[in-house]
């Protein structure tokens, strides 16, 4: 993220509360995606959030949105499953490194 926005802390805080609040709003709608059976919103949900994880440095994110975007396109439920238990575990060790990290910036996290 830095070779986007430099060193500036202050706006590197403010992407990455950004960050926070889309991460939330788009596993909701992973989540509903998911459980509805709408694989073409679970696929276009799974790419934006795919897309944002990795240009804050949440790589695993990324990856795992790109695997649910993947099962997505089969619409194969069965395929989709795993991958959404796989979030529902990833999704509080991010938080927490997001929280961590807007402390040592200095950034109050706003709660959603």
């Given at each position: 993220?830095?070779?986007?926005?430099?060193s500036?802390?202050?706006?590197?805080?403010?992407?990455?509360?950004?960050?926070?609040?889309?991460?939330?709003?788009?596993?909701?709608?992973?989540?509903?995606?998911?459980?509805?059976?709408?694989?073409?919103?679970?696929?276009?949900?799974?790419?934006?959030?795919?897309?944002?994880?990795?240009?804050?440095?949440?790589?695993?994110?990324?990856?795992?949105?790109?695997?649910?975007?993947?099962?997505?396109?089969?619409?194969?439920?069965?395929?989709?499953?795993?991958?959404?238990?796989?979030?529902?575990s990833?999704?509080?060790?991010?938080?927490?490194?997001?929280?961590?990290?807007?402390?040592?910036?200095?950034?109050?996290?706003?709660?959603?």
């Amino acid at each position: 993220m830095r070779e986007i926005v430099g060193s500036d802390e202050g706006m590197i805080g403010e992407l990455l509360a950004d960050y926070r609040a889309s991460l939330l709003e788009t596993c909701d709608v992973l989540r509903e995606s998911s459980d509805a059976g709408h694989f073409t919103e679970l696929e276009s949900a799974a790419h934006r959030l795919k897309s944002s994880s990795r240009s804050v440095g949440a790589l695993t994110m990324g990856d795992l949105c790109a695997e649910i975007e993947n099962a997505a396109k089969t619409a194969y439920r069965e395929a989709v499953v795993p991958l959404m238990g796989a979030l529902g575990s990833t999704l509080p060790i991010l938080l927490d490194a997001i929280r961590s990290t807007l402390e040592q910036l200095g950034t109050k996290e706003i709660d959603t």
